[in-house]
């Protein structure tokens, strides 16, 4: 079974600009979860979508958004991008959403820089 | 506000030694606690725990979570070289939203 895959692996844009990181999930998975994780603030979680509907959001301001496709692939945005979003990207995905107790499984990450 | 701490931040051991990580929790609205290794990239899950005084068990792993005390163990025996990580605690919350712990480093040299 593919594991969760996510694209690109590795980015690079300067302050202003947006991005866009997609993320697939295991097949079956219905449940993405989107965290970011710096050297400074560690593992935080950003959103959370299930049968295309965003089901809980973390602490971010609004530049980042996403969305779930019905194929389960979701895609998150970050508009007038920050240096301080330089980041690893993660996505997880899981069968059911998070307070199902199921386990989840992260994929590789993207490395957005913002120079 | 929600905060999940874990100590120590970095341990260096040998092989053949046992470990214990600590992961203390302040949040409202508590759901379950959960355990990630993570090694280059992404987090593998190790356990969620939901009861206390309940040991979850996984080979040479096992965790154990106090909600009275607030705080969570997780255990390694015999380490090896290939538990050298990061692991991270992190706690979800009833509103679904999951706050992580700093990690905490081990180094296992053999």
């Known amino acids: 079974k593919a594991g969760v895959t996510q694209t690109p692996r590795y980015l690079i844009k300067t302050r202003g600009q947006q991005v866009t990181l997609s993320c697939s999930p295991i097949s079956g998975h219905r449940s993405v979860s989107w965290y970011q994780q710096t050297p400074g603030q560690g593992l935080q979680f950003l959103f959370e979508y299930f049968s295309e509907t965003q089901r809980n959001k973390g602490n971010f301001p609004g530049r980042f958004s996403g969305r779930q496709f019905s194929n389960s692939r979701s895609e998150m945005n970050v508009s007038t991008l920050e240096l301080g979003d330089s980041a690893l990207y993660l996505c997880a995905s899981s069968l059911l959403p998070s307070g199902g107790y199921n386990e989840q499984f992260f994929g590789p990450g993207t490395r957005l820089t913002v120079l | 506000e929600d905060k999940v701490v874990q100590s120590p931040l970095s341990l260096v051991v040998h092989e053949g030694d046992t470990v214990t990580l600590n992961c203390s929790y302040e949040v409202t609205n508590f759901r379950s606690l959960l355990w990630y290794k993570q090694e280059k990239k992404a987090p593998t899950f190790l356990f969620m725990l939901t009861s206390s005084g309940i040991e979850k068990k996984s080979g040479r792993l096992s965790s154990i979570l106090d909600k009275k005390e607030l705080f969570s163990i997780l255990n390694i025996t015999a380490t090896q070289t290939g538990d050298s990580a990061v692991y991270l605690c992190?706690?979800?919350?009833?509103?679904?939203?999951?706050?992580f712990g700093a990690g905490t480093r081990l180094t296992v040299k053999p």
């Open positions: 992190a706690v979800l919350l009833n509103n679904n939203d999951m706050r």
